[in-house]
Protein backbone atom coordinates (compact mmCIF):
# COMPACT_ATOMS: atom_id res chain seq x y z
CA UNK A 1 0.00 0.00 0.00
CA UNK A 2 1.20 3.70 -0.17
CA UNK A 3 -0.35 6.48 2.11
CA UNK A 4 0.14 9.78 0.51
CA UNK A 5 -0.33 12.12 3.44
CA UNK A 6 -0.21 16.18 3.61
CA UNK A 7 2.47 17.51 6.34
CA UNK A 8 1.27 20.39 8.34
CA UNK A 9 -1.25 19.58 11.15
CA UNK A 10 -1.27 16.38 9.50
CA UNK A 11 1.72 14.54 10.32
CA UNK A 12 2.80 17.16 13.00
CA UNK A 13 0.69 18.44 16.16
CA UNK A 14 1.08 22.14 17.05
CA UNK A 15 3.90 22.38 14.83
CA UNK A 16 6.24 19.77 16.62
CA UNK A 17 6.94 16.49 15.26
CA UNK A 18 5.70 14.05 17.95
CA UNK A 19 6.24 10.01 19.12
CA UNK A 20 2.87 9.13 16.53
CA UNK A 21 5.19 10.41 13.69
CA UNK A 22 7.75 8.10 14.27
CA UNK A 23 5.63 5.71 14.93
CA UNK A 24 3.85 6.19 11.77
CA UNK A 25 7.21 5.68 9.83
CA UNK A 26 7.81 2.75 11.82
CA UNK A 27 4.58 1.45 10.73
CA UNK A 28 4.81 1.57 7.20
CA UNK A 29 7.92 0.23 7.39
CA UNK A 30 7.64 -2.13 9.05
CA UNK A 31 4.84 -3.70 7.03
CA UNK A 32 6.47 -2.91 3.95
CA UNK A 33 4.19 0.04 3.05
CA UNK A 34 5.76 2.89 1.36
CA UNK A 35 4.78 7.09 3.32
CA UNK A 36 4.72 10.03 0.55
CA UNK A 37 4.78 13.37 2.00
CA UNK A 38 2.81 16.18 -0.02
CA UNK A 39 3.21 18.99 1.22
CA UNK A 40 2.65 23.01 0.45
CA UNK A 41 6.59 23.29 1.96
CA UNK A 42 9.44 24.36 -0.32
CA UNK A 43 11.45 21.42 -2.30
CA UNK A 44 14.50 22.13 -0.22
CA UNK A 45 12.36 20.43 2.69
CA UNK A 46 11.45 17.53 0.71
CA UNK A 47 15.17 17.22 0.62
CA UNK A 48 15.39 17.19 4.26
CA UNK A 49 12.41 14.61 4.64
CA UNK A 50 14.23 12.42 2.28
CA UNK A 51 17.77 12.50 3.89
CA UNK A 52 16.64 12.64 7.61
CA UNK A 53 13.57 9.67 7.22
CA UNK A 54 13.27 6.58 5.52
CA UNK A 55 11.14 8.15 2.59
CA UNK A 56 11.81 7.68 -1.18
CA UNK A 57 9.79 10.28 -2.54
CA UNK A 58 8.56 13.52 -1.76
CA UNK A 59 5.94 15.84 -3.27
CA UNK A 60 6.56 19.00 -2.74
CA UNK A 61 5.37 22.74 -3.29
CA UNK A 62 1.82 21.65 -3.47
CA UNK A 63 2.32 19.21 -6.47
CA UNK A 64 4.58 21.64 -8.62
CA UNK A 65 8.02 19.78 -7.56
CA UNK A 66 8.69 15.88 -6.89
CA UNK A 67 11.78 15.05 -5.37
CA UNK A 68 12.95 11.03 -5.20
CA UNK A 69 15.76 9.15 -4.73
CA UNK A 70 16.79 7.11 -7.61
CA UNK A 71 17.97 3.56 -8.38
CA UNK A 72 21.22 4.55 -7.40
CA UNK A 73 20.04 6.20 -3.85
CA UNK A 74 20.92 9.48 -5.62
CA UNK A 75 18.15 12.35 -4.72
CA UNK A 76 16.53 13.54 -8.67
CA UNK A 77 14.32 16.34 -8.26
CA UNK A 78 11.40 16.50 -11.30
CA UNK A 79 9.49 19.97 -11.52
CA UNK A 80 5.93 19.50 -13.04
CA UNK A 81 5.45 22.30 -14.88
CA UNK A 82 7.89 23.15 -17.50
CA UNK A 83 11.28 25.57 -17.95
CA UNK A 84 8.74 28.05 -19.93
CA UNK A 85 6.74 28.39 -16.67
CA UNK A 86 9.68 28.70 -14.35
CA UNK A 87 11.28 31.22 -15.92
CA UNK A 88 8.07 33.49 -16.35
CA UNK A 89 7.41 32.73 -12.16
CA UNK A 90 11.38 33.63 -11.63
CA UNK A 91 10.55 37.11 -14.20
CA UNK A 92 6.92 37.75 -12.55
CA UNK A 93 8.79 37.39 -8.82
CA UNK A 94 11.66 40.17 -9.63
CA UNK A 95 8.95 42.91 -11.12
CA UNK A 96 6.72 42.00 -8.50
CA UNK A 97 9.47 42.86 -5.91
CA UNK A 98 9.80 45.98 -8.81
CA UNK A 99 6.51 47.48 -8.21
CA UNK A 100 6.58 46.89 -4.63
CA UNK A 101 9.91 46.43 -2.79
CA UNK A 102 8.72 45.79 0.68
CA UNK A 103 6.55 42.87 -0.28
CA UNK A 104 6.88 40.51 1.99
CA UNK A 105 8.34 36.89 0.18
CA UNK A 106 8.67 34.27 3.08
CA UNK A 107 12.07 33.50 4.28
CA UNK A 108 11.63 29.80 2.58
CA UNK A 109 10.98 31.42 -1.01
CA UNK A 110 14.46 30.84 -1.75
CA UNK A 111 14.20 27.02 -1.57
CA UNK A 112 11.49 27.20 -3.81
CA UNK A 113 11.40 26.30 -7.33
CA UNK A 114 7.80 25.87 -8.62
CA UNK A 115 6.38 28.76 -6.73
CA UNK A 116 6.94 31.32 -3.95
CA UNK A 117 5.57 32.48 -1.16
CA UNK A 118 4.68 35.66 0.98
CA UNK A 119 4.16 36.18 4.60
CA UNK A 120 0.58 38.53 3.90
CA UNK A 121 0.47 38.62 7.64
CA UNK A 122 2.92 41.55 7.43
CA UNK A 123 0.86 43.69 4.59
CA UNK A 124 -2.75 45.30 5.37
CA UNK A 125 -5.92 44.29 3.52
CA UNK A 126 -5.35 47.20 0.95
CA UNK A 127 -2.15 46.07 0.04
CA UNK A 128 -2.95 42.45 0.01
CA UNK A 129 -5.52 43.17 -2.58
CA UNK A 130 -3.60 45.36 -4.46
CA UNK A 131 -0.76 42.40 -4.61
CA UNK A 132 -3.74 40.17 -5.62
CA UNK A 133 -5.29 42.15 -8.30
CA UNK A 134 -1.54 42.46 -10.10
CA UNK A 135 -1.07 38.90 -10.30
CA UNK A 136 -4.58 38.66 -12.01
CA UNK A 137 -3.31 41.25 -14.43
CA UNK A 138 -0.23 39.42 -14.56
CA UNK A 139 -1.81 36.06 -15.53
CA UNK A 140 -0.32 34.01 -12.01
CA UNK A 141 -1.95 31.74 -10.57
CA UNK A 142 -1.95 32.05 -6.24
CA UNK A 143 -3.88 30.73 -3.34
CA UNK A 144 -4.40 31.99 0.22
CA UNK A 145 -3.77 29.84 3.08
CA UNK A 146 -3.86 30.83 7.09
CA UNK A 147 -0.25 31.48 6.41
CA UNK A 148 1.18 32.14 3.04
CA UNK A 149 -0.38 33.57 -0.45
CA UNK A 150 1.50 30.85 -2.26
CA UNK A 151 1.61 32.05 -5.90
CA UNK A 152 3.02 29.76 -9.06
CA UNK A 153 2.80 29.79 -13.38
CA UNK A 154 0.99 26.48 -15.23
CA UNK A 155 -1.15 23.64 -13.50
CA UNK A 156 0.05 22.68 -10.08
CA UNK A 157 -2.39 21.11 -7.20
CA UNK A 158 -1.69 18.04 -4.92
CA UNK A 159 -3.61 15.72 -7.09
CA UNK A 160 -1.95 16.01 -10.45
CA UNK A 161 1.17 15.33 -8.28
CA UNK A 162 0.10 12.48 -6.92
CA UNK A 163 -1.47 11.30 -10.44
CA UNK A 164 1.62 11.91 -11.97
CA UNK A 165 3.85 9.91 -9.37
CA UNK A 166 1.82 6.89 -9.89
CA UNK A 167 1.45 6.74 -13.26
CA UNK A 168 4.83 7.06 -14.20
CA UNK A 169 6.54 5.82 -10.91
CA UNK A 170 3.89 3.13 -9.25
CA UNK A 171 2.11 1.66 -11.76
CA UNK A 172 1.54 -1.20 -10.15
CA UNK A 173 -0.34 -0.12 -7.55
CA UNK A 174 -4.48 -0.53 -7.78
CA UNK A 175 -6.71 2.64 -6.61
CA UNK A 176 -7.78 0.34 -3.73
CA UNK A 177 -4.00 0.63 -2.32
CA UNK A 178 -3.45 4.08 -2.28
CA UNK A 179 -4.67 6.22 0.52
CA UNK A 180 -4.54 10.23 1.17
CA UNK A 181 -4.13 12.20 4.88
CA UNK A 182 -4.99 15.97 5.16
CA UNK A 183 -6.50 18.60 7.39
CA UNK A 184 -6.90 21.51 5.03
CA UNK A 185 -8.28 23.26 2.38
CA UNK A 186 -4.94 23.00 0.41
CA UNK A 187 -5.70 19.37 0.33
CA UNK A 188 -8.89 19.95 -1.22
CA UNK A 189 -7.90 18.99 -4.56
CA UNK A 190 -7.05 15.17 -3.48
CA UNK A 191 -10.60 15.47 -1.22
CA UNK A 192 -12.60 15.77 -4.49
CA UNK A 193 -10.87 13.91 -7.15
CA UNK A 194 -8.75 10.91 -4.84
CA UNK A 195 -11.18 8.20 -3.79
CA UNK A 196 -9.45 7.35 -0.75
CA UNK A 197 -8.96 10.23 1.13
CA UNK A 198 -9.54 10.87 4.75
CA UNK A 199 -9.31 13.62 6.78
CA UNK A 200 -7.89 13.68 10.20
CA UNK A 201 -10.31 15.14 12.89
CA UNK A 202 -8.55 18.71 13.47
CA UNK A 203 -9.94 19.12 10.00
CA UNK A 204 -13.39 20.22 11.44
CA UNK A 205 -12.41 23.50 12.03
CA UNK A 206 -12.26 24.18 8.52
CA UNK A 207 -14.88 21.66 7.30
CA UNK A 208 -17.41 24.74 6.72
CA UNK A 209 -14.91 26.21 4.09
CA UNK A 210 -14.52 23.16 1.81
CA UNK A 211 -16.07 22.75 -1.36
CA UNK A 212 -14.99 19.10 -1.62
CA UNK A 213 -14.37 17.12 1.74
CA UNK A 214 -12.70 13.94 2.60
CA UNK A 215 -14.52 10.38 1.82
CA UNK A 216 -14.03 9.84 5.60
CA UNK A 217 -13.62 12.15 7.98
CA UNK A 218 -11.87 11.10 11.55
CA UNK A 219 -13.30 12.53 14.87
CA UNK A 220 -12.75 12.88 18.22
CA UNK A 221 -8.96 14.01 20.22
CA UNK A 222 -7.64 10.94 19.49
CA UNK A 223 -7.72 11.30 15.64
CA UNK A 224 -6.00 14.18 15.77
CA UNK A 225 -3.02 14.86 13.70
CA UNK A 226 -0.75 11.72 13.53
CA UNK A 227 -2.50 9.96 15.61
CA UNK A 228 -5.58 10.00 13.20
CA UNK A 229 -3.19 9.00 10.64
CA UNK A 230 -1.78 5.78 12.90
CA UNK A 231 -5.11 4.54 14.03
CA UNK A 232 -6.11 4.68 10.21
CA UNK A 233 -3.62 3.04 8.88
CA UNK A 234 -3.31 0.15 11.54
CA UNK A 235 -6.77 -0.49 11.02
CA UNK A 236 -6.35 -0.67 7.26
CA UNK A 237 -3.20 -3.26 7.46
MG1 LIG B 1 -1.99 20.73 6.47
New binding site residues.
Given amino acids: MIFFS ?5 LTTDGELTRDFFEIMDFIKHHGHELVIVSGRSLSWGHFFLTHFPLKACIMEGGGVIVYRDERNEIVQEPLVSEKELKRLSDFTTKLQHHYPHVPLSADSFGRLSDRAIEFHLMDEKWIDEVMQFMDKEDINYSKSNVHINFWCGEISKFLGVKYFLEKYRKELKAEECWFF ?3 P ?2 ESMFELFHNSVGVSNISHCLHKLKFKPRIILEGDENIGPKGVLNHITSLC
Avoid: V
Fill in positions: DFDGTGDAND
